[in-house]
């Protein structure tokens, strides 16, 4: 088990968050000093968690194209809606870590999405710009559920690697909740590369505009 530094609460401020579709929550958002990698992750508490007996946890890598323009290149924007809903209800925490194109940064991604334009799949594409599949570290995660005084979690996530690093990092995780599969048209390559080269626990059905 790795043994991580020891992060610190800096802000809780209350914040109600309303999504495109209407639907609406309170939340509270929390900061933190001392996270390894110097970013501005964000924990939002959803939700009691403290009354669950055990608290549904999310780790949602941030994608603005995704998450804030509606981009239906990949699924994120509706995981992170699905997830504030379903975490809301049991009690929870999502974590949004600023990891951008699983860690290569915005302007990185684009570039990565041009590749994507000439053929090459998502992780293919990062291998070609010099960068691993997937960059990220899911310590500064780590950090943060230990500041918030949260022990075992089940976490809410399709891909493998983030319960593995986590237990890595002496999280103890009860169960994996497989989030839902928001397929379209236009990011079905992407999900299909998911569980290629990542084993993502992604069931894809065929989709009606696609079908003979």
């Keep these: 088990m790795t043994v991580i530094p020891e992060a610190a609460i800096r802000t809780r401020v209350r914040v109600p968050l309303r999504f495109g579709d209407g639907y609406s929550v309170d939340s509270e958002l929390v900061t933190f000093h001392g996270l390894v990698?110097?970013?501005e992750?964000?924990?939002?508490?959803l939700g009691e968690p403290h009354a669950a007996e055990t608290p549904l946890v999310r780790l949602h890598s941030e994608c603005l194209t995704g998450d804030v323009f509606g981009s239906?290149?990949?699924?994120?924007?509706p995981q992170l809606r699905e997830a504030v809903e379903r975490i809301a209800l049991r009690g929870g925490y999502l974590l949004y870590l600023r990891?951008?194109?699983r860690g290569i940064g915005l302007y990185n991604k684009l570039d990565a999405y041009a590749l994507q334009d000439q053929g090459r799949d998502t992780y293919a594409a990062?291998?070609?710009l010099g960068f691993p599949e997937d960059c990220r570290d899911y310590t500064a995660a780590?950090?943060?559920l230990a500041a918030l005084g949260v022990g075992g979690i089940d976490l809410l996530s399709n891909n493998p690697d983030k319960a593995g690093q986590l237990h890595d990092l002496g999280v103890p995780i009860r169960e994996r909740v497989p989030t839902g599969v928001h397929a379209t048209a236009q990011n079905l390559r992407y999900l299909r590369a998911k569980i290629e080269h990542t084993q993502?626990?992604?069931t894809l059905e065929p989709l009606p505009e696609l079908a003979n």
């Design 142 to 144: 780590a950090q943060m």
């Design 126 to 128: 990062n291998v070609e």
């Design 41 to 45: 992750h964000l924990a939002v508490v």
């Design 99 to 101: 990891q951008e194109g």
């Design 72 to 77: 239906a290149r990949c699924d994120c924007g």
């Design 200 to 202: 993502h626990t992604i």
């Design 37 to 39: 990698d110097g970013q």
